[in-house]
């Protein structure tokens, strides 16, 4: 496995939307190289035979009837928000520009 | 009012329903001792004084009514604020929520409701879960009853503290690694993480979605399993949730019976790292269960020792999907960043300043383990891991009924002592991890104090997937043997916590 790098944890903070400090970079590319370190042998446990469980307790097509249910009211839906107008969720501007 | 407090829920909802107490006395007196002591536990976030004294008020009014009344009906209760509740803030311990009023009650939190029970109030946790010591609470740490400068365990230690001080009969937690059995165990409560699917997720803010599950916290087994009865069940808004009924939990720890049932040491959960305090009080819990006519047999999972890595990568990917909500767009905090504000920058700025360190090591991890090239090297080998650890728990429920071990490793740490060492911090739910792994119910128990520091130790049953009955039944029996030995429960043990208040909530 690759080693974590500063400038790894970087990108993964731009991915993640999460801004960074020079210090913040540092310590945690630090901190993930030793938990990656630790968790790296998980890789050589299992064979290609053995199947991926991504559910413990598997149940399929899980579906209910199809009717109107409870909904959130527009007020509901806008209670917690930073910012609104017109019933709707207000946010700066999408695109970077004048 | 002291007696009051100390009574069991069970107990209560017996002099409750006998007219001996009422709801609004029972309620007081345990908003009384928050009052008194949680300016030095730091169990709760809020507490929700008005709601739960009208609750009170309005089940006595309907017990003089001769009312038919759920058996739990004016027993106080507190809820981990990682659940959402209608009228309280919803924290989940991090700034990033702060001041977040839920539109929508958890469906756990409407059963509770539905039965009459009045909330206390939020309980304390690791911010969205992550912990292991409540110590990654954006809200301060909460403390640990029997020394206030250790830890309550995490990250439901809130949850538990609350219980084993006393400030409430019963709690609801989450357990995702260990998170209500481990807090269990270091303040010296009982804590059930149910079957996966057992009790509804809706309304549980979600950390690892395949690994959550609410699940009661108590100071006794049959507490517990009053209380599952009333949370647990199929809900349809939640689409992991069974269609299985509750099952008969009362009537299995009113029971308990233990005699020619095989219980299975776990070969894996002992030995090196474990504190030698804690396998003492162990082995004597086995010889109990013997005594009571338990075969007690070894069984071997040598997956387990891999369960912790596969749970550090499923766990941090499941979360930092998760947590990608949390962008200062529909709801929470909004940081706007100076000059330029477009959307993207806000997000980077809201989850800068939302966002401890132990969320953003996770969410990074997370991000890390899905990312073009290692997702089939991490995500996909942990999930590998997890098939095998589902086989272990087979092959040794061929063997045995139950499974045995101890909760955690070791007793209570001090504060502060394992903050600096993310991975010192992760061993602690070695041993509760491969439930959650596997979806199969865990029970913990108090059995006894460590020799080396008079803390509380905790037992783990294990039992197979849908059969929660028999962690009650196990457990009846384990804590009705231990309890005679100690002449009463292990919390009248604990030492008188001081009484400090003047925190506003």
């Known amino acids: 496995m690759a080693e974590i790098t500063r400038d790894d944890v970087a990108h993964l903070a731009r991915l993640a939307h999460i801004d960074m400090t020079d210090d913040e970079l540092a310590r945690m590319a630090g901190e993930l190289a030793v938990i990656v370190e630790s968790i790296k042998t998980v890789s050589e446990v299992a064979g290609d035979d053995v199947p991926a469980t991504s559910h413990p307790i598997p149940l399929s097509n899980v579906f209910r009837e199809d009717v109107v249910g409870e909904t959130l009211s527009n007020e509901e839906a806008l209670l917690n928000a930073p910012d609104n107008a017109d019933g709707r969720f207000k946010v700066p501007a999408i695109l970077d520009g004048e | ?505």
């Open chain 2, 1 to 505: 009012m002291t007696e009051l407090i100390h009574l069991s829920a069970d107990a209560l909802a017996q002099q409750l329903a006998a007219k001996q107490v009422s709801a609004v006395e029972a309620t007081q007196a345990y908003l009384d001792r928050i009052d008194a002591v949680d300016g030095a536990v730091n169990a709760y976030l809020h507490v929700n004084t008005e709601e739960a004294l009208l609750v009170a008020a309005e089940v006595d009014q309907a017990r003089a009514d001769g009312d038919t009344l759920h058996p739990l009906a004016g027993v106080p209760i507190a809820v981990k604020d990682l659940i959402v509740t209608k009228g309280q803030p919803t924290t989940a311990g991090s700034r990033i929520l702060e001041g977040w009023q839920s539109p929508y009650d958890a469906t756990v939190v409407q059963k509770l409701r539905a039965a009459r029970m009045p909330i206390l109030g939020k309980t304390n946790l690791d911010e969205f879960a992550m912990g292991s010591s409540t110590e990654h609470s954006a809200y301060g740490p909460t403390r640990n009853p029997w020394d206030l400068d250790r830890i309550p365990g995490g990250s439901g230690g809130g949850s538990a503290a609350a219980v084993a001080a006393f400030e409430a009969p019963l709690a609801l937690g989450t357990d995702t690694g260990g998170a209500i059995r481990q807090p269990g165990a270091v303040p010296g409560t009982v804590g059930v993480k149910p079957t996966y699917g057992g009790v509804s997720r809706y309304g549980a803010i979600a950390m690892a979605s395949s690994l959550d599950q609410i699940g009661p916290v108590s100071r006794t087994v049959l507490d517990s399993a009053l209380l599952h009865e009333v949370i647990g069940g199929h809900d349809p808004r939640d689409s992991t949730s069974l269609t299985d009924p509750v099952g008969a939990l009362v009537e299995a720890a009113r029971l308990g019976q233990v005699e020619g049932m095989r219980i299975g040491v776990i070969k894996e959960l002992q030995g090196e790292g474990y504190q030698a305090g804690v396998l003492t009080r162990f082995h004597e819990s086995l010889e109990l269960l013997r005594s009571a006519g338990a075969e007690i047999v070894e069984v071997s999972c040598p997956n387990f020792r891999y369960a912790l890595e596969a749970y550090y990568l499923i766990m941090p990917s499941e979360a930092s999907s998760n947590l990608a909500k949390y962008d200062g767009v529909r709801f929470g905090l909004r940081v706007v960043p100076e000059g330029a504000a477009t959307i993207e920058r806000v997000m980077g700025a809201t989850r800068a300043a939302g966002f401890g360190d132990e969320v953003k090591r996770r969410i990074i991890l997370g991000t890390y383990a899905l990312s073009a090239g290692y997702y089939d090297a991490y995500y996909g080998s942990a999930q590998k891991v997890r098939t095998l650890i589902q086989r272990d728990f087979a092959a040794a429920f061929e063997q045995a009924d139950v499974l045995i071990s101890p909760t955690a490793p070791t007793t209570a740490f001090k504060l502060g002592e394992k903050l600096d060492d993310p991975l010192a911090m992760y061993l602690n739910d070695v041993a509760t991890i491969p439930a959650n792994m596997a979806g199969v119910p865990g029970l913990s128990l108090p059995g006894g104090l460590a020799d080396e520091d008079g803390l509380p130790v905790g037992i783990q049953l294990l039992a197979p997937a849908r059969e929660d009955a028999r962690l009650y039944r196990v457990g009846a029996v384990l804590e009705s043997l231990l309890e005679d030995s100690w002449g009463g429960p292990l919390l009248a043990q604990a030492p008188a916590v001081p009484q400090i208040t003047g925190r506003n909530r």
